[in-house]
């Protein structure tokens, strides 16, 4: 899609966008001022993927995953105005707009019946929005889970009473299921096998700490509440 984009356009948006003092650099305005700038920029976006994200990626996408899982279930429990709300602190609902007060001023934005779109990211630590035709209006909001990315390494290495009891892996299952889960984002959630996430789970089950509940062609498992003893015990 980028690579397609025309040189027309692709100006109007660096013109827009790149206003940083970095865009000021003689060698990235050298690029920027290019006639070739589109297929420059998308194939440093290509590389960027594979050397950086293509990876990790299963990962970071279970995570924006299961966070979609969690707002539909915020939004059946508790409906529209606490699920926008839910995205920031900054984010509240107010005469049917919604007013985000992290972003400088822009003015009002009609959805004019469009709709809004809404992106779960492991990238942003605000929030970010895409405000400018063709575009979709986007919200793009720091996805649940986020944090255990930079913390991970530290909870493997620490023992404690609930891994002692119910063994590492399903340890790491039973705290990963703060928000309903399927067995492949377990999965690539964890770097484990679906066979053997599944295995553990069958077991954590049967000892009634988990339950699972069908949601169109996932089976989705969350902890009941002597599941969520445990862990808050162990905790």
Do not use: K
């Not at 305005?29 to 990626?57: F, G, K, Y």
Request: aromatic residues 4%; charged residues 20%.
């Amino acid at each position: 899609m980028i690579r397609a984009t025309p040189l027309g356009a692709a100006r109007h948006e660096i013109a827009t966008t790149a206003t940083g003092p970095s865009a000021r650099d003689p060698r990235v305005r050298a690029v920027l001022d290019s006639t070739d700038a589109v297929s420059r920029i998308a194939e440093t976006m290509d590389q960027a993927w594979h050397e950086l994200l293509a990876t990790d990626w299963p990962h970071l996408r279970a995570i924006c995953e299961r966070d979609v899982v969690h707002r539909v279930g915020v939004i059946g429990e508790h409906g529209w105005v606490t699920t926008i709300e839910s995205l920031h602190p900054s984010i509240a609902w107010r005469a049917g707009g919604i007013e985000i007060g992290s972003f400088p001023p822009v003015g009002s934005v009609r959805l004019a019946g469009d709709g809004l779109l809404l992106i779960p990211s492991v990238f942003v630590a605000n929030i970010a929005a895409h405000l400018e035709d063709p575009w979709p209006r986007t919200l793009i909001y720091r996805a649940r889970g986020t944090a255990a990315l930079w913390g991970e390494q530290e909870s493997v290495s620490r023992p404690d009473a609930l891994t002692a009891l119910v063994g590492r892996a399903r340890d790491r299952l039973l705290l990963a299921l703060d928000a309903p889960a399927s067995t492949s984002h377990l999965a690539r959630s964890l770097a484990m096998t679906p066979g053997a996430v599944g295995d553990h789970l069958v077991i954590l089950r049967g000892a009634g700490l988990l339950v699972s509940a069908r949601s169109g062609r996932s089976v989705l498992y969350r902890r009941t509440p002597l599941g969520e003893a445990l862990v808050a015990g162990a905790g």
